[in-house]
């Protein structure tokens, strides 16, 4: 599994939920295979990928997915605490793992002694998971996205390399966009249908 | 004003401009308000400032006009939530920062930081004020009008002894 391909089964298994899509090549890749409304493209502000999806789980009720990466999570794991003190917040937090810092040169992240699950479970995440196949990653999607009500982590370590050449950076007024995400989470709510109920609890 | 009766008329004006939810940050200057608002309010405490500002902008995007309350040291770890992601996204949030390094505060590890914080907003773009004890509620309308209504981020800054902080 490498990355783009971890990205299209998260892609696949969606359809309207709300995805942050970390900084580098995460938010390119996906942005290149299905531009969609759910998609926020977080340009900058590396490591802040879960804590943005934990601000609208919180605030909407709604499941969101965030796709982070090893990087971003090495450089802010303070957003496990963040998320992890929520008991009942429908967060599915994907780390793509591959070891390095790929979109500024490929340097090593310093984190081949760490243990992300452990860190996610220590933090308060109800469930955490380990894949590094990708039909493993695809039936884990298929059966803990659609019922995920509390903090769930899944450390997706990749085994392969993408094709040399990444997508195009984003090039979009950010703002337009932030807009257009907004949006789409404010048609979900207007929709009768939704089913859930904003989260009015605490780290209790 | 007696110093408690800045808190809770800020506190009140605060959620009479439909500001929520507050997002807070540990600040001895702030802690009086932060009484105030779990009191009356959803105020959820983030253990550090940058988190805490992202978790606003979701807030901000799923429709709410989100308080970040923090220190200013708080805002040095923030600067670039601020610049790559509030700034350029336009993300609509008030952030209520505290002065630490500003009189009567002289303690020398918050000077620089109470130097540097008016000039960190002004020059990222975000409208900035000081609350003033006898205008805090013409200036939380000042701020309403920013983020709720247009949409965009605005930051009050809160000078060492309104609530009865005391070097």
Redesign the interface.
Known sequence: MNKTAAVRAVIEATSAEPIIFTTGYSSRIAKHLANRPNHFYMTGSMGLAASIGTGIALSSGRRVVVVDGDGALAMNPGCLITAGAFVHLPLFHLVLDDGQYESTGGQEVPSRRVNFTGLAEAAGYSDVWHVDDLNKFRELLHSELPGCATPTFVHCELTERDEPGPPPRIEADLSQHQLGFSGHLASCRDRPTTPRQPIDDSAT | MAVLDCASTLSEALLEHDFA?FFGTPCGILAPLYGRLEAAA?L?T???E???????????????S?VVLMQNSGLGQSV??I???IV????PMLLVVSMRGAPPDFTTENIVMGRLTEPILTQAGIPTAHLDEENLAAQVGWAHGLVVERRQPAALLVPPALFGWRA
């Not at chain 2, 988190?51 to 429709?63: E, K, L, S, T, Y």
């Open positions: 939810p959803n959820w983030v253990s550090r940058d988190n805490a500002v992202g978790v606003a902008a979701g807030a901000a995007m799923a429709g709410k989100p670039n939530a610049a790559s992601l350029p996204y336009q993300i």
